[in-house]
C-alpha cells in the first residue's frame, strides 16, 4: 500500500481489457470506482472487484460506487432493488424524526448488504448538500431535505447504516454544492453568499459529519471564499475552510476531475488537484490518455494523506450481524407508510 499514488480510477466495460491491467499494475492507484457501464450479472460484478484488486497486488483495495437510491444508483434490478430518494427519507423525518432516522439508517444498511455481496465496500453517500431556492436539480431531491438540521441528522444517520454493514461513507459535495446554479459536470456554478451565510448553512452538516473519514469535494467556486479557484484546488478553502472551520480532518477526494467545471487538460486539473491539498484524485471515465496523465500528476501516497489513507483500511470490512431480510422487511414497513 505504501507505494499507491493518490488516484481512484475507472474502467471502460465489464471487464478489465490487457491494456487497463497493464496500467494499473504499473501506476498501482489506491482504489477504484464502478458505474453502471461496467455492471451486467453477479458472477461479472464479483469477477471484476477481485480482477481489480488483482491488478494492486491483492490488496483490500477501496472500490467505490454510487448508490444513493432515487435517479443516482448504479445497481438496479435484480442486481439491486430500487430504493427511494433522500428527499422521500427527509419527508419521513418531517413526519415522525424517529422513523425518518431509522430509514435512512436501514436504507444505508441494506446497501451495505447490496454491495458488499459483490465486494464494493465504499459507497458515495450520503449527500449532504442542502438546496436552496432556484438551485439547480443537479442535487434536487438527491438531498433530504432544505434546512441544514435535517440533512444533519439523516446524514449521520446513513453513514453509520453504511458502516453497521462494513461499507464505508463518503460525504458529500463538501464544502456544500446546495447552492450552485449549474450542473459542474457541464458547468462551473459560481456562489455569491457570504461567508457568514455559508456557515449558518451550507456548511452546518459537514460539520456534524466531521468525524467521517472520506468526503468528496465540490468543483464550485464560493465568490466570498476563493473568486479564482473552484473549492476542489482551492488551497484556502481546503485548509481553512473544510480543515479549519468545519474541521474534517478525513482522507479528501476530488470530484470527477473529467468534469466540465475545471478548467485545463486533465494533467493541468491533476496538477491543481494535488496543491490545492486533496488527497485523492479521482477519475472516473476510463480513457485511457486521461488516466495516463492522471498517474503522472498523482503522487505516491506519503504523509498526512497516507495516515488518512490507513485510518480508512483499518475501518474497511468492519461490520454488524444484522441479517438481511430482517432489516428488509422492516424497511419496506417504513417505507408502506408513505
Known sequence: MSDCKAMILGLKGHAL???????FRGEAPWGFILFARNLS??????????SLRDTVGGRDAPVLIDQEGGRVQRLRPPLAPNYPAAAVLGALYGADKEIGKRAAWLMSRLHAFDLMRYGI????????DVPVAGSHNVIGDRAYGTEPEIVSVMGLEAAAGLKAGGVLPVIKHMPGHGRGMADSHHDLPVVTA???ELEAHDFVPFQAARHELMAMSAHIVFT???????????????EEIIRGHIGFDGLLMSDDISMNALKGTIA???????AGGCDMVLHCHGHMDEMQAVAAAAPVLAGKSLERVRAVEAALGKRDGAEEAAIRAEFEALIATT
Open 17 to 23: 481489457n490487457k491494456e487497463e491491467a497493464a496500467f
Open 268 to 274: 493541468e486539473r491533476a496538477h491543481a488537484i494535488v
Open 194 to 196: 457570504s461567508r457568514a
Open 41 to 50: 450479472e453477479p458472477a461479472q460484478i464479483s469477477d471484476l472487484v477481485d
Open 224 to 238: 466570498a471564499l476563493d473568486a479564482d479557484n473552484p473549492a476542489t484546488t482551492s488551497r484556502y478553502v481546503i
Open 121 to 128: 465496500n465504499v459507497d458515495c453517500l450520503p449527500v449532504l
